[in-house]
C-alpha cells in the first residue's frame, strides 16, 4: 500500500510569490491535515480537510489555504511568500477523524529568498 | 487541549530499554496520549496511544500513572535506527473532534553504540 506523497519535495521560491503544494492520502483516507514545521516554532497545525470541507485551521494568517479533492487529494496554497515562510510542510492522512494513527508524509521543503 | 512537557535530551544505549518521561498535569478525562517520532529529515510516525491503561505493541509500551498526570514510553532495546525526537501529545478522540495534533518540542533521544 502506497504510503502519503507529497510534491514538490524540494522548492525555492522568491519573497512574493505564491506557491501550491500538492499531497496525495493513502488509498481510502478521506482526512488530511497540514502542519508547517520550522526550528523556531516546531511543528504547528495549519488546516484540516475531510471529504472536502475544512475541519479545523490554526492559527496563521489568510495567505495560508488549502483545499481538497473529491478523490481525498489536498493542495495548499501560500500566497505573497515571505522569508518566514521557509519551512518544512507536511501532510497527514487517516481514515477518518475517530482514528488513532495519521500517516504523515515525507514533507516539500520550501525555501523563500 | 492539554499541555505536555518532556526533556529536551536523553541519551540512551544501544540495547538497552530508552525510557521517555512525559507530564501532561492538565490532562482532562477523554484525552488520549499519544507519542509520535520523527526520524531526521522524515515525516512524523505513530507509535502508540493510550487512555489509562498500560498498552504494549510492536514497537514500543506506554505507561500511564494512575492519575494520567504523567506517562512514560519505553523503547525495550533501543537500536541506532530509534534515534529521533519523541513527542509526547494528548488528543481528546470524542464526536466531533478533529485529528489536530498539537507538539510540543519533544524528547531528542540519541541511541548510542
Known amino acids: 500500500k502506497a504510503g502519503v506523497t507529497q510534491t514538490p519535495r524540494y522548492l525555492i521560491k522568491t519573497r512574493g510569490q505564491q506557491v501550491t503544494l500538492s499531497c496525495s492520502p493513502i488509498?481510502?483516507?478521506?482526512?488530511v491535515s497540514w502542519y508547517q514545521q520550522t526550528p523556531g516554532q516546531g511543528l504547528q497545525f495549519l488546516f484540516e480537510?475531510?471529504?472536502?470541507?475544512?475541519?479545523n485551521k490554526g492559527n496563521f494568517p489568510g495567505r495560508f489555504s488549502g483545499r481538497q479533492f473529491s478523490n481525498s487529494r489536498s493542495e495548499m496554497n501560500v500566497s505573497t511568500l515571505e522569508l518566514g515562510d521557509s519551512a518544512l510542510y507536511l501532510c497527514a492522512s487517516s481514515l477518518g477523524s475517530l482514528v488513532n494513527e495519521q500517516f504523515f508524509g515525507p514533507g516539500t521543503r520550501l525555501t523563500v529568498l | 487541549d492539554a499541555k505536555t512537557t518532556q526533556p529536551t535530551s536523553m541519551d540512551c544505549a544501544e540495547g538497552r530499554a530508552a525510557n521517555l518521561p512525559c507530564n501532561h498535569s492538565t490532562i482532562s478525562g477523554n484525552e488520549y496520549v499519544y507519542w509520535y517520532r520523527q526520524i531526521h529529515s522524515q515525516g512524523p510516525q505513530y507509535i502508540i496511544h493510550?487512555?489509562?491503561n498500560n498498552e504494549t505493541n510492536e514497537m514500543a509500551s506506554l505507561i500511564i500513572t494512575e492519575d494520567r498526570k504523567s506517562s512514560t514510553l519505553i523503547l525495550p532495546h533501543a537500536t541506532l535506527r530509534d534515534t529521533a525526537v519523541y513527542y509526547c501529545?494528548?488528543?481528546?478522540?470524542?464526536?466531533?473532534?478533529?485529528?489536530?495534533?498539537?507538539f510540543g518540542t519533544g524528547t531528542l533521544l540519541a541511541v548510542q553504540p
Open positions: 480537510y475531510f471529504s472536502e470541507t475544512q475541519r
Open positions: 493510550g487512555l489509562k
Open positions: 501529545i494528548v488528543r481528546a478522540l470524542y464526536g466531533g473532534a478533529t485529528n489536530k495534533l498539537i
Open positions: 488509498s481510502g483516507h478521506r482526512s
